[in-house]
């Protein structure tokens, strides 16, 4: 993020918040540009005052609290065009340029502290419910033990801009241990979440980063890989 002394017409936008909501809109062809997804925002509900900045090509970005309520952060979720985000975040905001024309907020940061989003939007936001998958019932042999704590020795050493990374890493790891039968879910599923939470992430984020790379492990048990 860009920022300038002495510009009160140019807040320092979100860096001081440091965990946000925010929600962002694209301006590409496939979005339909940014009249239409401002539509597109107005049309899933009312949103209470917020800071809300524009990019020079026309795109949006909403800022709120961060309650943390689990959300799917994932470009074009839950319409196509918008890209939710959620976390300890940063923007390039005013008074940056891009191309010579200047980003923008039409409602400052610093006019009111962002409020929490509305509970439509969390709802719309939220992760979809997850596929069931068959139970498989794993006793966890030595090697797959040893595995998992080095695993989660390595979240531990990890950096600050890494931890989530780390996480996903050694979840993917267990996931594909217990896929290939050799690790129990819910003692790896607990151990990696100790693992986060001691090393200073959410609830939220321990719990949505371990399923991820727990899921997806699963469908790659680890004697399959290559």
Known sequence: MTRRRNAPDCPRGAERWPAMLAL?????????????????????????????????????????QNTGHPIKTETGWPKLG??????????????????????????PPG???????????????????????QALQALTTDRAGNMLREAGRRVQCASNGSRNSSLNAAAYTAGGL?????????????????????????????????????NAGVKNPLKDRR
């Open 178 to 214: 217990h896929g290939a039968g050799v690790l129990g879910e819910r003692e790896a599923v607990l151990f990696l979440y100790s693992v986060g939470r001691g090393i200073g992430l959410t609830d939220a984020e321990c719990r949505g980063t371990i399923r991820s790379g727990f």
């Open 24 to 64: 962002m809109s694209s301006n590409d062809a496939a979005g339909g540009g940014p009249k239409a997804q401002k539509v597109k925002l107005a049309a899933m509900g009312e949103l209470p005052p917020h800071p809300h900045g524009r990019s020079p090509s026309g795109g949006h970005l909403l800022v709120f």
């Open 111 to 133: 006019a009111f502290t962002p409020p929490p989003a509305p509970r439509w939007l969390l709802a719309a936001l939220e992760l979809p419910p997850e596929p069931k998958r």
């Open 82 to 107: 918008i890209d939710p985000k959620a976390g300890r975040l940063q923007f390039t905001t005013c008074p940056s340029k891009r191309l010579g024309c200047p980003y923008r907020w039409e409602t």
